[in-house]
Nanobody, 123 residues
Framework: QVQLVESGGGLVQAGGSLRLSCAAS????????MGWFRQAPGKEREFVGG????????DYADSAKGRFTISRDNAKNTVSLQMNNLRPEDTAVYYC????????????????WGQGTRVTVSS
């Protein structure tokens, strides 16, 4: 099992940027593909983006393409989500997740989850 802790959330105006971080412990994240998900009030948790074990492959939801970038540093056991040009509809709790093997877009394929960090984008 790997433990995940997200940080970096907060309040930002529309058009602004935030960088979320996910710190892992217990196991090296090089064993895992990593994903970012988000859950807005009253909505289901949805895929934002994912990165393969060594960063060679990335996948993004359409809503994130061109604005969000996922990166990882296996030596530091961290994963980041850089979010630019934020919109009010990006307001949600953002979760980091880890899974064996490749990137996936569905929540049930991820075995390990953080507790989430809240992002609020004001208009």
């Amino acid at each position: 099992q790997v433990q995940l802790v997200e940080s970096g959330g907060g309040l930002v105006q529309a058009g602004g940027s935030l960088r979320l971080s996910c710190a892992a412990s217990g196991r090296t994240i090089s064993s895992y593909a990593m994903g970012w998900f988000r859950q807005a009030p009253g909505k289901e948790r949805e895929f934002v983006g994912g990165i393969s074990r060594y960063g060679t492959n990335r996948d993004y939801a359409d809503s994130a393409k061109g604005r969000f970038t996922i990166s990882r540093d296996n030596a530091k056991n961290t994963v980041s989500l850089q979010m630019n040009n934020l919109r009010p509809e990006d307001t949600a709790v953002y979760y980091c997740a880890a899974k064996q093997r490749g990137i996936a877009r569905t929540t049930d394929e991820y075995e390990n989850w953080g507790q989430g960090t809240r992002v609020t984008v004001s208009s």
